[in-house]
């Protein structure tokens, strides 16, 4: 096993890959991370006995719970492999790179969180622990790593305005409904059902299964170009005077620490409504 400083890597199952998440106190995403998982892929890409990379967080509460804006002046600029600026370059190689990857997810997963799991090629949730949302209305700002790309590809366009406009959360059961995750599996089955599908898929011929996901990827797969213009959104909305005034006050609601708010992000998105009432 080895470790980065946001994520361990499991390389002990022959094809497969485990990666798992873990950035006390809530796994947020900072984009030091962002740099690892390039790296990640990269190292998967040049090993070609690895057919599989699974996704998981060693958090049960919190998968990503969303991405540390308090650090987003250190996001890198400098394009990867794939041309794009660092997170689009991690979600287009992900979702074209020849091994298969599966999001194994329990917790809250939001925002980047959610972005992530989206380029992912499969995801499977638990039904008891899994909560997805894109809250990025809440504090005035876009969604910017690929939620506005991929949902309304996955569960079509009056649906993905309900997820994004509303930014309340979806358990594991309304988010296997709409198509946003696979399949919603009971918690104590869940690691046994990834499992059983990662070894099936390391077992097959790694050229194959690239050659038949690039044919899938004809069909709902966002180019990076449009994601990178909803990345560039994200990035100058956080200096807008909207977006500021309903984000003043949330390290006091308990933002980016494990606290109610945190837990229940969606349904607290109304306690951050500016106050009208002064002039």
């Not at 809440?138 to 790309?149: D, F, K, M, N, R």
């Not at 069909?219 to 003043?248: C, T």
Request: a negative charge; hydrophobic letters at 45%; proline letters at 6%.
């Amino acid at each position: 096993m080895s470790a980065a400083a946001y994520f361990t890597v499991d390389r002990t199952t022959p094809g497969v890959w485990r990666a798992t998440f873990s950035n006390p106190p809530i796994n947020l995403l900072p984009p030091a991370a962002i740099l690892e998982l390039q790296d990640l892929i990269t190292a998967v890409e040049a090993e070609p006995s690895v057919n599989v990379l699974v996704f998981d967080s060693a958090d049960p509460d919190f998968f990503i719970a969303h991405f540390e804006t308090a650090k987003s002046a250190e996001m890198p600029r400098e394009a990867g492999p794939s041309g794009h600026s660092p997170w689009i370059d991690v979600v287009v190689r992900l979702s074209r790179s020849p091994v298969i990857s599966l999001a194994k997810i329990r917790g809250r997963t939001r925002g980047v969180g959610s972005e992530f799991v989206l380029a992912c090629d499969m995801r499977f949730a638990s039904r008891q622990r899994a909560i997805l949302g894109q809250p990025e209305v809440g504090v005035g700002l876009p969604p910017g790593g690929g939620a506005l790309e991929w949902l309304p590809r996955l569960v079509g366009r009056s649906r993905a305005l309900e997820i994004v406009l509303s930014g309340d959360d979806f358990d594991a059961e309304v988010a296997e409904r709409y198509g946003w995750i696979n399949r919603a599996v009971d918690d104590d089955q869940l690691d046994s059902f990834v499992e059983d599908l990662a070894r099936r898929l390391a077992s097959f011929d790694r050229e194959t299964l690239g050659a038949l996901k690039a044919l899938v990827n004809r069909v709902g797969v966002p180019d990076g170009d449009a994601i990178e213009a909803s990345n560039q959104a994200f990035f100058a909305g956080l200096n807008h005077p909207a977006a500021l005034v309903r984000r003043d006050g949330l390290g006091a609601l308990g933002y980016g620490q494990r606290s109610d708010f945190e837990l229940n992000f969606g349904r607290r998105l109304a306690d951050l409504q500016p106050d009208h009432s002064a002039g």
